[in-house]
T-cell receptor, first 114, second 112 residues
C-alpha cells in the first residue's frame, strides 16, 4: 500500500515548456485534488475530482489542466509554464464527503520555472 | 478571498511550553475542521480534527478548542518538544463536498 505517489520530486522548466505532474493512489479514494504551496499563502486548490471522468476547478486553476480517466490517476498538466508557477505541488486524495480521516497527501513536486 | 485565516505566521516556544495557533473562518457551511502537520520536504499529514458540535477534542498533547459562535478554533500543543517543530495548517471542509480550504500556515520552532 503506497498511498499517494507523486512524480517527479523535482523539476526545472523553461518558460513556455509543458509538462505533466503525475499522481497515483492505491487506496480506492474517489476524491483527488491538486494544491500548490507558496510561502505565506498556505495550500491553494488548483483542481479536484470527485470520481473518474469528473473534474472541477479550484481557487487557482488558470494555466493548469487535469483529467481523471481512472480512479487511481490524476495528472496535472502545465501547458505553457510561467515563472509564476514556480511552487511546490501536492496531490491529495480522500474518501468522499461524510467520512472522517482527512486527506492523504503525496510528498510533493518542487517545480522551478526559469 | 481567504476563507480561513490563521495566526501567527511563525511561533517560537521553549521546550515544555504551550504552543497555541489560532484560526478563524467565515463560511458557516463548514462542517469539519482538521489540523495538518508538515515537516520539511514532506506532504502535510492529518494531526487532529473536530466537528462543530464539539467544543474541545484532545489527543495526547494536542487539543483543539472550537468556538462556533465566534467562528474560531485553535490548536494547543502541551509540553511542546523539539520534534514538534514543523509547519501547522488549519483547514475547513464544506458540508456540501470534500473540498478543504487551508489557512496560511504557522511555522513552529520549539527550542531545546
Amino acid at each position: 500500500n503506497a498511498g499517494v505517489t507523486q512524480t517527479p520530486k523535482f523539476q526545472v522548466l523553461k518558460t513556455g515548456q509543458s509538462m505533466t505532474l503525475q499522481c497515483a493512489q492505491d487506496m480506492n479514494h474517489e476524491y483527488m485534488s491538486w494544491y500548490r504551496q507558496d510561502p505565506g499563502m498556505g495550500l491553494r486548490l488548483i483542481h479536484y475530482s470527485v470520481g473518474a471522468g469528473i473534474t472541477d476547478q479550484g481557487e487557482v486553476p488558470n494555466g493548469y489542466n487535469v483529467s481523471r480517466s481512472t480512479t487511481e490517476d490524476f495528472p496535472l498538466r502545465l501547458l505553457s509554464a510561467a515563472p509564476s508557477q514556480t511552487s511546490v505541488y501536492f496531490c491529495a486524495s480522500s474518501l468522499m464527503t461524510g467520512l472522517e480521516g482527512g486527506y492523504t497527501f503525496g510528498s510533493g513536486t518542487r517545480l522551478t520555472v526559469v | 478571498q481567504q476563507q480561513v485565516k490563521q495566526s501567527p505566521q511563525s511561533l517560537i516556544v521553549q521546550k515544555g511550553g504551550i504552543s497555541i495557533i489560532n484560526c478563524a473562518y467565515e463560511n458557516t457551511a463548514f462542517d469539519y475542521f482538521p489540523w495538518y502537520q508538515q515537516f520539511p520536504g514532506k506532504g502535510p499529514a492529518l494531526l487532529i480534527a473536530i466537528r462543530p458540535d464539539v467544543s474541545e477534542k484532545k489527543e495526547g498533547r494536542f487539543t483543539i478548542s472550537f468556538n462556533k459562535s465566534a467562528k474560531q478554533f485553535s490548536l494547543h500543543i502541551m509540553d511542546s518538544q523539539p520534534g514538534d517543530s514543523a509547519t501547522y495548517f488549519c483547514a475547513a471542509r464544506s458540508a456540501s463536498g470534500s473540498r478543504l480550504t487551508f489557512g496560511e500556515g504557522t511555522q513552529l520552532t520549539v527550542n531545546p
